[in-house]
């Protein structure tokens, strides 16, 4: 960041002092130069300026008329683009369904079978354990999460009621403090 800020200070003295030095150069000519020299600068400036102006009118006039021969064209024909598009849109359709229908036609008859899905069905193991000990697991299991869910809630319950009873005395503080200004 501070290479930028010193690349910025530095272009800005760069500018300021070709900006400074210009300035001196035009000052020292009109100090020097005689009132033959300044006028001949002047007419040569101006009609420099002029020339600049009459070529941007130019260049807008032509841009304009442009502009406006594009658009009488595009709606004068209007509805020969609106055909050729669809036409577009219908050949770009009807290209992608010979291609395809071509590279079904490439397929042989064997590969098709091949891709065909195949099932394949999961074989269950038999349990090692006891019923009976799953459910006693589960059952125990199940009542552990209950005491962690309760004991997380009465937790955060009680945290609320502290929070809460924190608002309330700064509040009581705050009411105080005003009754004794």
């Known amino acids: 960041m501070a290479d930028l800020d010193e690349l910025a200070d530095?272009?800005?003295?760069k500018a300021l002092k070709a900006a400074g030095?210009?300035?001196l150069e035009r000052a020292a000519d009109d100090w020097l130069s005689s009132d033959e020299e300044k006028a001949a600068?002047?007419?040569k400036r101006a009609e420099e300026s002029k020339g600049k102006r009459q070529k941007y009118l130019l260049y807008g006039v032509i841009g304009?008329?442009?502009?406006?021969?594009?658009l009488g064209f595009t709606l004068s024909?209007?509805?020969y683009f609106l055909g050729a598009g669809v036409l577009g849109v219908l050949g770009l359709y009807a290209r992608h369904r010979w291609r395809s229908r071509k590279e079904a036609e490439a397929k042989p008859e064997a590969t098709k079978l091949e891709a065909a899905p195949v099932r394949i069905?999961?074989?269950r193991e038999p349990e090692s354990r006891a019923p009976e000990v799953d459910a006693a697991a589960e059952a125990a299991a199940r009542r552990a999460?209950?005491?962690e869910r309760e004991r997380r809630a009465?937790?955060?319950a009680e945290a609320r009621a502290a929070e809460e009873q924190e608002i309330d005395d700064e509040l009581a503080a705050m009411k105080a403090r005003l009754r004794k200004d």
Do not use: C, F, P, T
């Open 77 to 79: 024909y209007w509805h």
């Open 121 to 123: 069905e999961k074989v």
């Open 41 to 43: 600068r002047a007419a």
């Open 145 to 147: 999460a209950l005491e």
């Open 154 to 156: 009465r937790a955060a």
């Open 10 to 13: 530095d272009l800005k003295a």
């Open 21 to 23: 030095r210009d300035a």
């Open 64 to 70: 304009v008329l442009l502009v406006i021969g594009i």
